[in-house]
């Protein structure tokens, strides 16, 4: 369980020398003068005055960018989880983006009683195996689709490629018929109590079905089901892997032969992958599989990459506006026709970014990796 | 009449709300655990207020509004359309019977109309499973 003095003595924050490189390297502090990691942790380190409600802890984008930058390895990302916690209990109202309506089907997957048609989208041609230990985590993109079909995302077929992706490399998995939100943005908006109703509910559904091992796509899953829930549950011994990780070497030893794919693309690193994961290369190397895609980096790349601007469907404001639409002019300024992500979430916001500029000529495209990685393969056959 | 399903309807400030008023001044009853919430015109209604209010427990969600074309500020009335369509969808996902949402729309004062509509929606929660 949380305890808040553990969790500030965890993020490392009194170890913050007051040199404000986080502040000089934070996309938000870039737009928002009233951002600033640094002061945020001098305030509620030092001074007794500081208000939880202050809404300068909201803008955090979770981007990792400060962890990256500290010398003092602070996990200010950590600090701004805890204080947001500490928030939600004094009482703040969270202001919800899209309505709430994530939010509400996040705490209606927390019931038990629940029973939900999630696996209706599988196509025939994928092969399950019914007896494997391993599961592959879905995420929640059978619902991002319902929510942003205005945006023209298809999160649902990257997850489909995924699948088909898996098939080809021969890695037997099965589904789970009821599996549950992961959680983390319940944990990112401080709402601890629903994260772990979450939590334990994939628990018990892990523990029901035997799973030994889970394969994700979408970072955030992996970030939270690899790193949170041994946290927060404890006895979790299920080993967790990302589904670029497992690709990549099988790809760079030529097992599995990628197709042909004629573009000029650049890669987007999501925060929870890149700098949270360490995953920069694998990501790459399936890009770089397929034959005839020339990968040009973008300015910021890799550690140093920028964040799409996403928050935890929480607080989008001008600001998470303004970072998007520089990361899309960074991806513009290297004349690269796609831009390909491996987060659902990246995509969204972009093409959410992309949308409100209105329709440009030589926008563009924002693709996901799975689903540029089966395509090529479709083409192979 | 099924009078313990909690239902939530949400009206727009015109001809919907019209028809509750024509049915309380013709003394026609509905059941108590129907909660009317006013609204200014049902394009304020979004999939977030439809999904919370299944998060709190509620049975049924009716969006009672003006005819097609009968906008009462004459906007796109199609915002509700696709919020509905959005709804729907994630009901399906959450397991939740698509009945439990119906989106309605009256005449001007039609009070019998409202009281027909109510009923029949409260009565069938006795009938379909979650």
Known sequence: MYNLDKEIQDTRVRLCLDCGKCTVVCPV???DVNFNPRLIIQKRLNSKVFDIKDGAIWSCLSCHMCFERCNYRVKFPEFIIALRGEAVQEGARVMQSHGGVLQAAMHMMSRQELEQKRIDWLPEDIVLTEQSDTRFFVGCAPYF???????GVNTLDGVISALRLLNKA?????????????????LLQGDKKGFLALAEANLHEFS??????????????????????????????????SLVELLAPLIKEKKIKLGNLTCKATYHDPC??????????????????MEGLKLVEMEYNRERALCCGASPWAYCSAVNRQVQGQRLAQAKAVAAEILVTACPKCQIHLKCAQKSEGQQDGQIQIRDLATLAALSLKEVS | M????????????WDGLSCIEAAAQKRLTFPSSVKIIRVSCLSRIHT???????????????????????????????????????????????????????????????GAGFIKQITDFADQFSEIPT
């Open chain 1, 29 to 31: 502090a870039q737009f």
């Open chain 1, 145 to 151: 689709d319902v929510v942003f079909q205005d945006l």
């Open chain 1, 170 to 186: 021969q890695i037997p998995f099965n589904l789970l018929a009821n599996e549950r939100c992961c959680g983390r943005d319940l």
């Open chain 2, 2 to 13: 099924n009078d313990s399903a909690v239902i939530v309807v949400f009206v727009c400030n």
């Open chain 1, 208 to 241: 029901r079905h035997g799973v030994k091992r889970i394969i994700t796509y979408c970072p955030e899953c992996y970030s939270c089901l690899k790193l949170e829930y041994p946290k927060a549950l404890g006895n979790y011994e299920i080993q967790v892997v």
């Open chain 1, 272 to 289: 929870t992958l890149g700098r949270g994961a360490r995953l920069f290369d694998e990501p790459r190397q399936i890009l770089t599989g």
């Open chain 2, 48 to 110: 977030g207020l439809i999904m919370k209010a299944f998060e709190l427990k509620a049975e049924g969600v009716m969006l009672l509004g003006c005819d097609t074309h009968n906008c009462h500020f004459g906007i796109e009335e199609s915002l509700i359309d696709v919020n509905y369509r959005k709804a729907l969808g994630m009901m399906r996902l959450l397991g939740i019977n698509e009945n439990r949402l119906s989106l309605v729309r009256l005449s001007h004062g039609d």
